[in-house]
C-alpha cells in the first residue's frame, strides 16, 4: 500500500503537480493525512523523518502501568495498616471489633507488610527511571500514556479526599465525632493527598522546570521516612518471622489437644454425645470409661488421625485422668489472650487443659 502511495506521488512530481496538489487529491480518495505525509517526506527528502525516543510506545505503558499499580498498592496497604494502629491506639469500648488483646491475630499486618515491602521499592525504582527518561527527553512529558495514567491517578485520590471531607463533615454534624475518627480521617487525607499534590504539581511544569525541580527528590525521601515508621512499626507489632513460626507451633498444639477431647468425648458417649443434656444428671457415672491412655484415643479415634506428640519437639501431649474429668497438657511457646474462644487462652510454658466429662460440651 506504501508503495502504491509513493509510486502515484513520484508519478505526479515528475508531471510537475505541486505537494500541496498531490495532498488533497489524496486526501479526497480516503488516504490518511499521517500516511501521506509520510510518503511525502520519503519522496522529497534524503534523511527519514525522525521517530520521538518509545514516546507512547508498548514499553512506556508497561513501565508506567506497573509504576502506579505499585503506587496503588502502597498507599492502600500503609492506609490499612495505620488503620490497623489506631485502632490500638484509640479502642472504642462500644465496638468489640476494636477491643485488641496483646496478641490477637496480626496475619493482617503481615500481609500489608508485605504488600509495601515488595510494592514500595519496586515504585521508587521504576519511577527514578521515568523521571531520568523524562529529563533526558523532555518529548517523554507529553506521552499519551503517562499523561492519562497520571489523572487516573488524580481522580482517584481526589475521590477519596472528597469522600473522607464529607464524611468528616457528616459524622461532625451528626455529633459523633472520635477522636480515632479524625485520626483516620487526618490519615486519609494525608496518604491521599501526597500523591495528589506531587503529581497534580508535576503535571503543570514545563520540560526546563521538571528538569531542575527538586520534587521527585523530595517525595521520595518523604515517603521513605514515612514507609519506614509505617512497616518498622508493623514489624514491632507482628514480631519476627521466629515469632510467626512459634505462633504457629503453638496453634497446631491447641488444634491436636481440641482433636484428642473430641475423641475422647466420641469413646465415652458414643452418639449420645449429641443429645440434648439434661438439666440435672440422675446417674454421676460416665456411659464409658475415661480411655486409660492417648495411645487408646487413637486407636479408637472415629473422625480423625491423631497426633499424639508436640509438632516441634516431638514430646508426648500428657494425658491424666480421675473418675470423670480428666487433663491434656502442654508446652507452648507463647501467651495466647485472644477474645474469643478464649477455654484455649495459655500463658508460654507447660499448661494443662482440665475437662468435666460429665459436661458433653466440646470445648
Avoid at 510537475?16 to 479526497?28: A, C, F, G, V
Amino acid at each position: 500500500m506504501q508503495n502504491s502511495l509513493q509510486s502515484f506521488i513520484a508519478h505526479a512530481r515528475n508531471k510537475n503537480m505541486d505537494l500541496q496538489t498531490i495532498r488533497m487529491l489524496l486526501l479526497s480518495s480516503g488516504w490518511k493525512e499521517k500516511d501521506i505525509l509520510q510518503a511525502l517526506a520519503t519522496e522529497t527528502l534524503d534523511l527519514p523523518v525522525p521517530v520521538p525516543t518509545d514516546t507512547g510506545s508498548a514499553r512506556d505503558a508497561f513501565f508506567h502501568l506497573l509504576t502506579f499499580t505499585t503506587l496503588y498498592a502502597t498507599v492502600i496497604s500503609l492506609i490499612i495498616l495505620a488503620f490497623e494502629y489506631i485502632g490500638r491506639w484509640f479502642p472504642d469500648a462500644a465496638l468489640d471489633s476494636y477491643a485488641y488483646p496483646q496478641n490477637a491475630d496480626v496475619s493482617g499486618i503481615r500481609w500489608c507488610i508485605a504488600v509495601v515491602l515488595i510494592s514500595f521499592p519496586l515504585f521508587v525504582f521504576l519511577s527514578r527511571i521515568l523521571h531520568r527518561e523524562c529529563q533526558e527527553h523532555a518529548e517523554k512529558l507529553q506521552s499519551g500514556v503517562r499523561r492519562w495514567l497520571t489523572y487516573i491517578t488524580l481522580f482517584i485520590t481526589a475521590c477519596a479526599l472528597i469522600g473522607d471531607g464529607i464524611t468528616t463533615l457528616f459524622t461532625f454534624l451528626n455529633g459523633e465525632l472520635s477522636i480515632r475518627f479524625i485520626v483516620k480521617a487526618f490519615t486519609i487525607l494525608f496518604f491521599a493527598g501526597l500523591p495528589f499534590s506531587y503529581y497534580f504539581s508535576v503535571l503543570r511544569m514545563d520540560a526546563d522546570t521538571y528538569r531542575k525541580s527538586s520534587l521527585h527528590r523530595a517525595m521520595i525521601r518523604v515517603s521513605l521516612v514515612l514507609t519506614t515508621l509505617v512497616v518498622g512499626y508493623g514489624i514491632s507489632l507482628a514480631g519476627s518471622p521466629m515469632h510467626g513460626r512459634a505462633e504457629k507451633f503453638d496453634e497446631q498444639r491447641v488444634n491436636d489437644l481440641r482433636a484428642i477431647q473430641d475423641e475422647i468425648y466420641s469413646e465415652v458417649y458414643g452418639q449420645d454425645r449429641y443429645a440434648p443434656q439434661p438439666a440435672a444428671l440422675v446417674s454421676k457415672t460416665l456411659p464409658k470409661p475415661l480411655p486409660k491412655d492417648l495411645e487408646t484415643v487413637a486407636a479408637n479415634a472415629q473422625f480423625q488421625k491423631l497426633r499424639l506428640s508436640d509438632p516441634e519437639t516431638l514430646s508426648p501431649y500428657q494425658y491424666r485422668t480421675s473418675a470423670t474429668s480428666f487433663d491434656l497438657c502442654a508446652t507452648f511457646a507463647l501467651a495466647r489472650d485472644l477474645s474469643s474462644d478464649i477455654f484455649w487462652n495459655h500463658p508460654a510454658g507447660e499448661h494443662c487443659f482440665t475437662f468435666d466429662a460429665m459436661d458433653r460440651r466440646v470445648k
